[in-house]
């Protein structure tokens, strides 16, 4: 099975695993390659959308991996029985803030779990913090871009690491390495958008407060150089 560039950098971060759960599966892409690739020996593809869980055992049983992938159809985290154990929890596709409400959902699973991936759409900071705060330390990050869109992938384990700067919470640990070209390439794009947007609140209202964005661009154009010398 061919999954998308996102897909792909998700399921290169999940580490081998008994059980996955791949909460908001949608079409179950990524349980179905996890699970076909051997890194997961088991999954549990779940989604609130009965119309999202209908695909996703469509896909499972089309690729025969019923008695591997159980299909379930309901509220976050909620869907999983007494006796499972995840030691991996998949969630991707979603808002950091919604992230955050799921894993905190069902507080007993996360604590059991040995492994969180995580892949939110905005809000990377709140999800940043909150695993930190629930002691996981972010071991390992990516970016890639689809459509236009930047997206940010965490592995988050059980493990005891530096609290997060203000730098990484904003940016990450790994990504201002300078190692990953779309990155550095994003970022310097960043720059110029908010480049752009403090000349224009400056030029409609002189006395605006632009403090906020004056901080982020400086951040930015630290890491961006930082990249920049790692890269030469
Ligand atoms: C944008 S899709 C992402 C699908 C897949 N995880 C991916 O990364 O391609 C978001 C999925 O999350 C599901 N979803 C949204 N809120 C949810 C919740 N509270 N609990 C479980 N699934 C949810 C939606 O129904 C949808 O299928």
Known sequence: MKISKRLRMIAELVPKCRLLYDVGTDHAYLPIYLVKSGKAERAVASDISSVSADKALENVVGEGLEDKIKVRCGNGLSTLSEDEKPDVILISGMGGVLTVQL?????????????????????????????????????????????????????????????????????????????????????????????SKISAAYAKNPNTDITRLEETLSLYKEVYEKCQNART
Do not use: M
Not at 116 to 134: A, D, S, W
Not at 180 to 194: C, D, S, T, V, Y
């Open 103 to 195: 894993l905190e959902g069902n507080k007993k699973a996360v604590s059991e779990a040995s492994c969180l991936i995580l892949q939110p759409q905005h809000n990377i900071e709140t999800v940043r913090r909150y695993t930190e705060k629930i002691g996981f330390g972010i071991t390992a990050e990516d970016f890639s871009e689809e459509n236009g869109k930047a997206y940010f992938t965490l592995r988050c384990e059980r493990c005891d690491v530096p609290p997060l700067s203000y730098r990484e919470l904003a940016l990450g640990r790994f990504l201002p390495e300078g190692r990953n070209p779309l990155f550095n390439a994003w970022l310097g794009r960043q720059i110029l958008k908010l480049e």
